[in-house]
């Protein structure tokens, strides 16, 4: 199973809105309603801020949305804000044999 | 407040050995799932293995199958790792993570492993 295709990187402007995609198959993201989305930042841990596709957890800014179409989740991000500057990954669930669950490769968010 | 501390990692020969230990508090941990990630220098996140909340099922990845073994001991709110035949590709920080329902909700700082000879 390989990781899920993130872009490299993206940009936006205070304000602006972004969205990163991750692109799996029907072996993850599109047989399952279980993408997650994880925040981190340098030299920290990942934090999650969006589960189950679409929804978000307590204390996660509603600046924050995610979507899925076939094998794509989506991450997008309005309003953007100095402090949204971090790395992104998504994850999916990709059933009970092994491996269980996959993550992208990771997307760099850079607020110009 | 949860809190996940990995302690363990360090400098290992290729082909040594190391165990890397995650205490969890502030939650229930018997009843938690829990699974290591790495994360290689400037690279993404990788799962590694899932270990259920009674510590009977296990899973791994290809990659370290055979080499890495999980365990828990829910008397002590400890999650392990067994790493055996280290490869310089095993070179990380290993997360430990809870997994609750369909989402990783908190992880630990992560302890570095370096495998270098």
């Known amino acids: 199973q390989s990781a899920l295709t993130q872009p490299r990187s993206v940009s936006g402007s205070p304000g602006q809105s972004v969205t990163i995609s991750c692109t799996g198959t029907?072996?993850?993201?599109?047989?399952?309603?279980?993408v997650s989305w994880y925040q981190q930042h340098p030299g920290k841990a990942p934090k999650f801020m969006i589960y189950d596709v679409n929804k978000r957890p307590s204390g996660v800014p509603d600046r924050f949305s995610g979507s899925k179409s076939g094998n794509t989740a989506s991450l997008t991000i309005s309003g953007l804000q100095a402090e949204d500057e971090a790395d992104y990954y998504c994850c999916s669930y990709a059933g009970s044999y092994t491996p269980n669950w996959v993550f992208g490769g990771g997307t760099k968010l850079t607020v110009l | 407040e949860v809190q996940l501390v990995e302690s363990g990692g360090g400098l290992v020969q290729p082909g040594g050995s190391l165990r890397l230990s995650c205490a969890a508090s502030?939650?229930?941990?018997?009843?938690?799932?829990m699974h290591w990630v790495r994360q290689a220098p400037g690279k993404g996140l990788v799962w590694v293995s899932r270990i259920n909340s009674d510590g009977k099922t296990t899973s791994y990845a290809d990659s370290v199958k055979g080499r890495f073994t999980i365990s828990r001991d829910n008397a002590k709110d400890t999650l392990y790792l067994q790493m055996n035949s280290l490869r310089a590709e095993d070179t990380a920080v290993y997360y430990c993570a809870r997994n609750t329902g369909t989402v990783f909700d908190y992880w630990g700082q992560g302890t570095l492993v370096t495998v270098s000879s």
């Open positions: 029907s072996s993850d993201v599109g047989g399952y309603n279980y």
């Open positions: 502030g939650f229930t941990f018997s009843g938690s799932w």
